[in-house]
């Protein structure tokens, strides 16, 4: 069955303290894994795509990884600005997309 | 660049009234738009999945008849919900995806709606 997991439900950090999410993943024919942030009463905000195993990007301070079976988004030194919910959503064979729970990141002063 | 746009942000109506959510890509074309639902705390629950100029696939469970979608052009898709219930309140957030090259979903802001 296709599915995804994100990692965990919930996570307080305090400003300065590093960490990652994880989001992993069964599918079929994986033809795309994407993050997103979503802000209380507002709609995703896209961050990354990835395609391929090894594929790492980057912006500002946050860096999404994929292996075979999931995905990491690394936080280094937040700030309480990137206070979201984070959203991982896989493309996988027919045009089928299917999301994770979320985390839910608060990131304290 | 990847703007999507949703009209209106928030709607109150009374029971058994209809609604219409408009989707806009702003600044690339969508040949292919979603519609989610979204509950409380919870994660997005895609409703339906259309492309320009056919008719929308649902999901399983959603209702076709209640839940109207319209793709008639590559920047424009309309969801409406027919004869609302309070059971239809909910957060309903489209996205837009264009042709070829990336397949990423670009949301728009979503549209609250509240059914009394």
């Known amino acids: 069955e296709d599915q995804v997991t994100q990692s965990p439900e919930a996570l307080r950090l305090q400003e300065g303290e590093s960490s990652s999410l994880n989001c992993s993943y069964t599918v079929s024919g994986l033809r795309g894994l994407f993050w997103y942030r979503q802000d209380p009463g507002k709609g995703p905000e896209f961050l990354f795509t990835l395609y391929s195993a090894g594929e790492e990007k980057e912006k500002e301070r946050l860096k999404a990884t994929l292996t075979k079976k999931e995905s990491f988004l690394h936080i280094t030194a937040p700030k309480p600005e990137d206070s979201a919910t984070y959203l991982c959503?896989?493309?996988?064979?027919?045009?089928?997309?299917?999301f994770g729970s979320g985390t839910k990141l608060n990131v304290k002063p | 660049g990847a703007v999507v746009s949703q009209h209106p942000s928030r709607v109150i109506c009374k029971s058994g009234t209809s609604v219409k959510i408009e989707c806009r890509s702003l600044d690339f074309q969508a040949t292919t738009m979603f519609w989610y639902r979204q509950f409380p705390k919870k994660s997005l629950m895609l409703m339906a999945t259309?492309?320009?100029?056919?008719?929308?696939?649902?999901e399983q469970g959603v209702e076709k008849d209640k839940f109207l979608i319209n793709h008639a052009s590559l920047t424009l898709s309309t969801l409406t919900v027919t004869s609302a219930h309070p059971e239809d309140s909910s957060f309903y957030i489209c996205s837009g995806k264009g042709a070829g090259g990336t397949d990423t979903q670009y949301f728009g802001p979503g549209t609250r709606l509240t059914v009394l």
């Open positions: 259309s492309n320009e100029g056919s008719k929308a696939t649902y």
């Open positions: 959503a896989v493309q996988a064979s027919f045009n089928k997309f299917y």
